[in-house]
């Protein structure tokens, strides 16, 4: 069984930045494909990036040049840098981890951008 758990969450400025983490409880194979989702309240989850097993990468909209997905298969750790954020970044974001037909979830970790 799979466990991811998210940290690096908190409550910044506009134009500030935040490093989000995954901790992946059991070994992290380069097949698996990891991505990022966002909450926001009274919204559904969207998408917010993810990394393939050959380390190519994917952005919503919304957040490409400012955001950066990356991996440490021997850390077994999946990070976002957020940077520039914005008051439409508020949101819980979570980890996936999707290995063949299976996807697992980390319980998110909150972000709050606001004056």
């Known amino acids: 069984q799979v466990q991811l758990v998210e940290s690096g969450g908190g409550s910044?400025?506009?134009?500030?930045?935040?490093?989000?983490?995954?901790?992946h409880s059991g070994h992290l194979y380069r097949t698996h494909v990891l991505s990022w989702y966002r909450q926001?309240?009274?919204k559904e989850r969207e998408f917010v990036s993810g990394i393939g097993s050959d380390g190519t990468t994917t952005y919503a909209d919304s957040v490409k040049g400012r955001f950066t997905i990356s991996r440490d298969?021997?850390?077994n750790r999946?990070?976002?840098?957020?940077?520039n954020?914005?008051?439409?970044d508020?949101?819980?974001y979570y980890c996936k981890c999707s290995m063949g037909l299976?996807?697992?979830w980390g319980q998110g970790t909150?972000?709050?951008v606001s004056s």
Do not use: D, H, I, W
């Open 110 to 112: 909150q972000v709050t």
């Open 12 to 23: 910044v400025q506009p134009g500030g930045s935040l490093r989000l983490s995954c901790a």
């Open 90 to 92: 508020t949101a819980m």
């Open 85 to 88: 954020l914005k008051f439409e």
């Open 73 to 75: 298969n021997v850390a």
């Open 40 to 42: 926001a309240p009274g």
């Open 78 to 83: 999946l990070y976002l840098q957020m940077n």
């Open 102 to 104: 299976a996807n697992y």
